[in-house]
């Protein structure tokens, strides 16, 4: 049997991190992944002469300096600037919420004492601690943003009435007094040119990565072959749900060739609205300034979580949050593994965050 330094689980983004530093320090390393292809969930293929992101739109962003020059060390970033808009029914509104969307929503807004008289009056509707998301994002923004472009949204991406959610999924919302699309407010962003994959191929270069291959299926042998693990699966599965079954929701993506060289005019486009099943709307050329013949559209549809379905958000209500807290616990006690991402810690994390943490990881 052939022993490493490290087995990682998962070639996504803290995988290769980890991958790509325990290599440059003379350590053995395999990559192993259950998908048919490396990335993870910022996978882009190659359509049309379009760089698709296959598991939903990713703008990296990042106020971490080392971190920005870490992946730029692999491919070159564009200046993508990440604008979404929303659309409700035939209204179009500019995301996040600013003094564009305020003049558009209210014909008498102009100024920043204009959008936050709107405002403030509708805020008094709430009184006391506010008891659902409902009550929390009319307390924050008012009754007719909360109406147009957050309760419908809101219902679709987690199928629930918004009085049935808890106040803390929404404990602020962006209220910008400025007319400034640009919807993060990181010091860096862009997108890699020629997609994310290439990004994370770049970093495994020279390093063994086996595809189609489930650690869960030889995992006693994948543990006698190394020295270390990197885990970063789902962290109930890893401990064969011993506790019970942590809750997620999912996505499901309907892509499509359009003969059309621009069919929406930015590359995402939030609906808002109970009109429409999806929350959005990707035209996947618009992250690389594209000027392809036609165009890739990806319609997005949040559902719930299924077995045998990708696991995209984590449910951080009380009793989630509780139940993997207990798994934590568990996987501190692990000899030799190392936990680390989004599914492994239950935790959502921004792409820089991830990689963040696998820089600090020690080698």
Not at 96 to 120: C, G, Q
Not at 274 to 290: A, L, P, S
């Amino acid at each position: 049997m052939e022993k490493y330094d490290y087995l990682i689980v998962g070639a996504g983004l803290f995988g290769a991190t980890i991958a790509y530093r325990a290599k440059k320090a003379g350590k053995k390393v395999l990559v192993i992944d259950k998908r048919n292809h490396i990335a993870g969930n910022v996978y882009t293929e190659n359509i049309e002469n379009i760089n698709v992101h296959k598991y939903g739109a990713h703008i990296f962003h990042t106020d971490y300096k080392d971190v920005w020059e870490f992946v730029n060390s692999f491919v070159e970033f564009n200046r993508y600037t990440n604008s979404p808009i929303a659309r409700i029914e035939k209204e179009i509104y500019n995301l996040p919420f600013n003094m564009n969307t305020f003049s558009k929503i209210w014909s008498d807004v102009y100024t920043p004492e204009d959008a936050l008289r709107h405002i403030n009056s509708e805020r008094k509707e709430i009184t006391g601690e506010p008891k659902n998301l409902e009550e929390q994002a009319i307390s924050l923004v008012g009754r007719t943003i909360y109406e147009k472009l957050i309760k419908g949204y809101t219902e679709k991406q987690w199928n629930r009435d918004c009085k049935d959610l808890p106040a803390f999924i929404i404990k602020r919302l962006p209220v910008r007094l400025v007319y400034d699309n640009n919807y993060f407010n990181d010091k860096y962003q862009g997108i890699p040119i020629g997609g994310y994959t290439k990004l994370v191929e770049k970093m495994l270069d020279g390093i063994e990565v086996k595809l189609n291959t489930d650690f869960f299926d030889n995992i006693l042998e994948y543990k006698k072959m190394c020295n270390k693990i990197v885990y970063t699966g789902a962290i109930d599965e890893y401990f064969n749900y011993s506790l019970g079954k942590l809750e997620y929701r999912s996505l499901l993506f309907k892509t499509k060739v359009i003969n059309l060289e621009n069919f929406q005019g930015n590359a995402v486009v939030n609906y808002t609205g109970r009109e429409v099943d999806y929350t959005r709307v990707i035209e996947h050329k618009h992250f690389e300034y594209g000027n392809q013949p036609k165009t890739v559209i990806t319609y997005e549809y949040p559902t719930d979580f299924k077995e045998g379905m990708e696991k995209y958000y984590t449910v951080n209500d009380e009793k989630n949050n509780e139940l993997a807290e207990k798994y934590r616990k568990l996987a501190l006690q692990e000899k030799n593994v190392i936990f680390g991402g989004r599914l492994a810690e239950y935790k959502y994390y921004d792409m820089d965050d991830v990689i963040k943490k696998a820089l600090d990881v020690n080698i």
